[in-house]
């Protein structure tokens, strides 16, 4: 692999071609996906009504196609980078290749507090404030996992046994409430549950992007630490990163992020696993060009599995996140069982 | 079911039969003329997307574009398959689709906050949208779609006739029961594997109110729409002196638990089933129809029990 280096005065980078244009590769998978997403569903179409429907807002299909599917898709393309992204960080701070959102309690966290929310809050409050529940159960599942896991500073094993014994306390919650709760929520808490983006809307797109991009932004600021974080805590600490206060800083924005994707699209489980691991054993690259890999296979990943129930059992619109597993697990079995060989 | 036009004639005394001018005349009056006339050349398009808007359309005397899949008897209850022959299915009440819906091109939605909240904006953006807080409301339910389709007076009209449907059968009821009037009530839905009881607030809780019943004890002190009883111990909380019993569905597993909660000494030892005043009725019109239509039916089954008895 040739190597390079970016110098722009006092700015440099060094990367490597192969990466990126490995990810310019996968870019050009996840237009044919949008455009074969856009395409498919109760009205087929084909691509010159498409073009049409896209290009003409007076297209009898331009509302189907505008309003219905492309929010729809983008929105399922946000929640897989966003978990994507966050399962990466976490299994670098983590230093363990099974750390994901599901794993360390922001997921269940979120679960928990969607489910009460939906069971006693959204008649009388509205589902307005089904996302802010949702991220405040999150953020609160992080920070007791990390105060609890605490004692002269966190060290990563501490921290991941911690976030499973915190997972298991809030699944307890979350089955307790589906039990005890009054009656018709728990259809819609199950759908919850599974994860789905049906119903997606533009100002659902909207604003998870704006969190996105807020979120992305200081993580592109920290890559330098991102990537000491998986060595030793002395070397790390020899090579100039401040241990604790830079792993609480990447923690939470590795759960800001999952956070906020299961705000908006349920509690989808595996993609935080599933896609840094397809980043990392597809390409075998390091640094940026893996963060970046994981974002969209992880984007991919939910596109697909949305684009699969939606259209597979037509009429019927199933929630992606049943398919997410089904697409994303013998795959990765399938790598797994091949790097052993 | 009766016609509703002829009804409404019927009830401010109009003459049966009428010249064609006498008729217009009169509808134009009563303001029950069909929409389409009314609102020039554009018919109305409705998709309805609780069961109750559905019934609630059908009784307005208008055929909805599209409807959503019923819980019982799919795709459509029976009681309203005569209106709705032929009726665009546009998925499930709890995750319609959106497609289908864009698709009929409507010019309104009658959806519920309380299922829809999520795809309101979605559905503004396809049409205005007639949003019902709940689904259990049919008095709402029938005035907001009447307001919404320019049917206010046939709106009234259904709801003068309920009323005084429910005036005479509380007096019936009433000398039926003599001097243990007003008694003490259950409304019971039995399931594959749970047990609820429905409660004042509920659909046909309404009903049972209007008519004059009382609550049993446990009803009474609760709130919300139902409450599910445990298990069979908990089945004393049902005690009241008519138990109005409804099967979920028509399947094996329900028949079975039925029979098993029915045969349980618990339940034989309470009032209704000691002096026989379990009445079985039918789920779709009692707890799943949600609208005025499915309201009469409930009327027309307690008259049928009143006559059962009366040759008994």
């Keep these: 692999m040739v190597e390079r280096t970016l110098r722009l005065g006092r700015f440099s980078r060094r990367f490597l071609p192969t990466a990126w244009a490995r990810v310019a590769a996968l870019l050009l998978v996840m237009m044919l996906v949008l455009l ?25 299909t331009g509302l189907i196609v505008r309003e219905l599917r492309l929010p729809r898709i983008l929105l399922a393309a946000l929640i897989g980078a966003a978990l994507g992204v966050a399962g990466w960080l976490l299994q670098q ?36 404030g089904l996302p802010v ?56 808490a199950y759908v919850w549950l599974t994860g789905s983006v049906y119903g997606a809307n533009w100002s659902d797109v909207s604003s998870l992007a704006l969190w996105c991009v807020a979120l992305l932004v200081p993580l592109a600021a920290l890559m330098r630490q991102v990537m000491l974080a998986p060595l030793d805590d002395a070397l790390a600490t020899g090579l100039g990163l401040a241990v604790q206060r830079h792993r609480a800083a990447l923690l939470a924005l590795a759960s800001a992020l999952a956070g906020v994707a299961v705000a908006w699209g349920g509690a989808f489980v595996f993609v ?47 929630p992606a996140g049943i398919f997410v597993a089904a697409l994303g697990a013998p795959f990765f079995l399938a790598l797994l069982i091949r790097e052993v060989r | ?83 709705l022959a032929g009726v665009t299915m546009v998925g499930l009440e709890t ?13 309104l939605i009658v959806a519920s906050r309380f299922r829809h909240e999520r795809i309101a904006p ?70 594959a594997d749970q047990v609820r009881s429905y409660l004042p607030e509920s659909f046909a809780g309404r009903v049972l109110s209007d008519l004059g019943f009382r609550w049993n004890a446990t009803a009474r002190e609760s709130s919300g729409v139902m409450i599910k009883l445990g298990g069979v111990e908990s089945l004393p909380a049902l005690e009241a002196e008519m138990f109005f019993v409804m099967r979920h569905s028509g399947s094996p597993a329900v028949a079975d638990y039925a029979r098993r909660l029915m045969s349980h000494p618990l339940w034989q030892r309470m009032q209704a089933p000691r002096t026989g005043q379990v009445v079985e009725v039918d789920a779709v019109a009692w707890i799943l129809s949600g609208g005025m239509l499915g309201v009469l039916n409930q009327l027309d089954e307690i008259e049928a029990w009143l006559e059962r008895e009366a040759v008994s």
Aim: aromatic share 6%; proline share 8%.
């Design chain 2, 122 to 191: 979605l559905l503004e953006g396809l049409a205005p949208v007639v949003m019902l807080a709940d689904i259990y409301r049919f008095q709402t339910t029938l005035e907001a779609m009447g307001h919404a389709l320019g049917r206010e007076r046939r709106a009234a009209i259904l709801m003068m006739q309920y009323r005084a449907r429910v005036v005479a059968l509380r007096a019936r009821l009433a000398a039926h029961f003599g001097a243990r009037w007003p008694v003490t009530v259950s409304l019971i839905d039995i399931r």
């Design chain 1, 133 to 188: 529940a949702a991220m405040l159960g999150a953020a609160g599942a992080a920070l007791a996992v990390y105060t609890l896991a605490w004692s002269h500073g966190v060290t990563p094993l501490r921290l991941v046994l911690t976030g499973i014994g915190m997972a298991a306390a809030l699944g307890a919650v979350t089955t307790l409430v589906l039990a005890i709760s009054p009656l018709t929520t728990t259809l819609s």
């Design chain 1, 272 to 318: 935080g696993l599933v896609a840094p691991h397809l980043a990392r054993r597809l390409s075998g690259y390091s640094g940026t060009a893996q963060m970046v890999l994981a974002l969209l296979y992880g984007a991919l990943l939910v596109m697909l599995a949305d684009l699969v129930a939606r259209t597979l059992f037509l009429p019927l619109d199933l």
């Design chain 2, 1 to 83: 079911m009766p016609d509703p036009v002829d009804t409404a004639f019927s009830m401010v005394g109009c003459a049966p039969r009428l010249s064609r001018r006498h008729l217009l005349g009169a509808m134009l009056a009563l303001g029950i003329m069909p929409v389409p006339a009314l609102a020039g050349s554009r018919p109305v398009r409705v998709v309805t997307l609780f069961q109750g808007a559905t019934d609630s359309a059908v009784a307005l005397g208008i055929t909805p574009v599209g409807v959503v899949r019923s819980w019982q008897d799919p795709p459509i209850y029976p009681y309203l398959r005569p209106a």
């Design chain 1, 36 to 60: 074969v997403s856009l395409a498919l569903g109760r009205v087929m179409l084909g691509p010159g009504a498409l073009l049409e429907a896209l290009m003409n807002p007076h297209a009898p």
């Design chain 1, 93 to 128: 701070v983590m230093r363990n290749p099974l750390a994901s959102p599901d794993i360390i309690g922001v997921t269940s966290g979120a679960s928990a507090a969607a489910v009460s929310y939906l069971a006693w809050l959204a008649v009388p409050l509205g589902m307005a």
């Design chain 2, 95 to 107: 995750q319609p689709s959106l497609e289908d819906i864009a698709l009929l091109s409507p010019t």
